[in-house]
């Protein structure tokens, strides 16, 4: 089982500001496709907002972006507005079938 | 745009049995895709419990796979979660997604379950 380690638990910016949030993976990750980012706000699904480690799923303004590769990932977040301060998620898959999540960075002002 | 929609009891007792249902608008349930039942216990992160597949497929987290089945119910567009010999390290928001291709696309928006007597 795949074991994911997101940092900082916690991360206090202000808007217009850029966040950088990690996730780092305890066994490299076979395909770049398996690596995904959500976003979660109080009393609210998951939203789906970086798939394949780095395409925006629809509707997801181009301040959100995703990289790495192999056991790191980053989650960037250019111009925070205030809609974003939430808790974001990463999540790999791997085979057999099985999807595993990160415990979150809370984005907080 | 698909849609889902969780339902079913909010109160389950120690030791029974945790059944839910998810229906799916919008979009056939026969499609190609995987279906499947997430939960968040309050204030922690998410677990994935499971999946279903059109063909009556299933693949479940290991961690849980003694108490869990997952099925689907193509008639009526909906797939259902029963999780047996529940305790109240059960209670969680459970929802419901669809998988688009190594990840969850779209998402119910939730049902609390509670696991008390």
């Known amino acids: 089982e795949i074991v994911l380690t997101q940092s900082p638990g916690t991360l206090s910016l202000s808007p217009g500001e850029t966040a950088t949030l990690s996730c780092r993976t305890s066994?490299?990750?076979?395909?770049?496709?398996?690596l995904a980012w959500y976003q979660q706000k109080p009393g609210q699904a998951p939203r789906l907002l970086i798939y394949?480690?780095?395409i925006r799923a629809t509707g997801i303004p181009d301040r959100f972006s995703g990289s790495g590769s192999g056991t790191d990932f980053t989650l960037t977040i250019s111009r925070l507005e205030p809609e974003d301060f939430a808790v974001y998620y990463c999540?790999?898959?791997?085979?057999?079938?099985?999807?595993?999540f990160g415990q979150g960075t809370k984005l907080e002002i | 745009q698909v849609q889902l929609q969780e339902s079913g009891p909010g109160l389950v007792t120690p030791s029974g049995t945790l059944s839910l249902i998810c229906v799916v608008s919008?979009?056939?349930?026969?499609?190609?895709?995987?279906w499947n039942w997430v939960r968040q216990p309050q204030g922690k992160g998410l677990e994935w419990i499971g999946e279903?597949?059109?063909?009556?497929?299933?693949n479940y987290n290991p961690s849980l796979k003694t108490r869990v089945t997952i099925s689907v119910d193509k008639s009526k567009n909906q797939f259902s979660l029963n999780l047996n010999s529940v305790t109240a390290a059960d209670t969680a928001v459970y929802y419901c997604?669809?998988?688009?291709?190594?990840?969850?696309?779209?998402w119910g928006q939730g049902t609390l379950v509670t696991v008390s007597s």
């Open positions: 997604a669809k998988e688009g291709g190594y990840r969850l696309d779209s």
């Open positions: 919008g979009g056939s349930i026969s499609n190609n895709n995987w």
């Open positions: 279903t597949h059109h063909s009556g497929s299933t």
């Open positions: 066994q490299s990750v076979s395909s770049s496709d398996y």
């Open positions: 394949g480690t780095s």
């Open positions: 999540q790999q898959y791997e085979k057999p079938p099985r999807y595993t």
